[in-house]
């Protein structure tokens, strides 16, 4: 399932974000919960899946913002069923985050049937020389459980994009999509430096079943030119049809 990513459309409300996913032929959303309140309402939010006929499959937290909006993000996702949870590890000093995801959250996945999956994210340093986050490696991320793979944060941090498939194994459960074009990360599918097509065609061939989630850049989908935008996302569509879904049908057997 190709999910699209709320954090991609800053300036838009969640309602135009629902119809560009559903004008584009998404399969289903996955939504930052931030400071608007909106993203906080878990029956406004059933709201825009029934009314858009998207369902809410993931929901992540701003790598910023954990230690602000933990609590918040809680209290919504608790309200759905069966969905994942795209978290970072905590920051260095984040005592309070690092707490509710080490404890509480385990026992929040249990009680409402839902799946955690930790995020790398890019490495930053901290006074030049404290790495932001300490358990943000992929062999870290492994030790802890189920991983999201973003594969611009593996660009930003100057790793290979391949060898995490065989690496992770069965613990890779969701895959961030993004290219890297012009230096620019969380570029549109199409065009870009990372090798997209031998990616996708693995996890193809491995038959693997997660959901994959496009997170672009607000910059790079042109935000305030709506045909513009619905066409980048058309077109990182196809690419991802044209190299996973039709490359996973060969591989099974079914075809038109």
């Not at 954090?7 to 584009?24: C, T």
């Not at 289903?28 to 059933?46: A, C, H, R």
């Not at 850049?217 to 990182?236: F, R, T, V």
Request: hydrophobic share 40%; charged share 25%.
């Amino acid at each position: 399932m190709l999910l699209l990513h709320s954090q991609s459309f800053p300036h838009y409300g969640l309602e135009r974000f629902f119809q560009f996913a559903k004008d584009a032929g998404f399969d289903g959303v996955e939504i930052m919960i931030n400071e608007n309140f909106d993203t906080q309402s878990p029956s406004y939010l059933k709201k825009l899946e029934e009314r858009f006929g998207l369902p809410i499959k993931a929901f992540s937290l701003p790598s910023k913002k954990e230690e602000e909006l933990y609590m918040a993000f809680q209290e919504t996702v608790k309200e759905f069923n069966d969905v994942v949870l795209n978290l970072t590890t905590p920051q260095s000093f984040a005592f309070k985050y690092k707490k509710w995801i080490n404890n509480t959250v385990p026992q929040l996945c249990q009680k409402c049937n839902l799946r955690l999956n930790f995020r790398n994210a890019p490495a930053q340093m901290m006074l030049g020389m404290i790495p932001q986050r300490n358990d943000n490696s992929l062999f870290s991320l492994k030790e802890k459980g189920h991983v999201c793979l973003d594969l611009s944060a593996l660009w930003a941090n100057k790793e290979e994009i391949m060898k995490p498939i065989g690496f992770l194994g069965d613990k890779l459960r969701h895959v961030y999509l993004s290219n890297v074009h012009k230096n620019l990360a969380y570029s549109p599918l199409p065009t870009g430096v990372l090798p997209l097509e031998s990616f996708l065609r693995k996890l193809a061939q491995m038959h693997y079943s997660k959901d994959f989630t496009l997170v672009l850049s607000p910059s790079s989908l042109h935000e305030g030119e709506d045909a513009k935008l619905l066409e980048i996302l058309k077109e990182s569509k196809q690419f991802f049809a044209d190299f996973f879904t039709n490359a996973q049908a060969v591989n099974t057997g079914v075809t038109e």
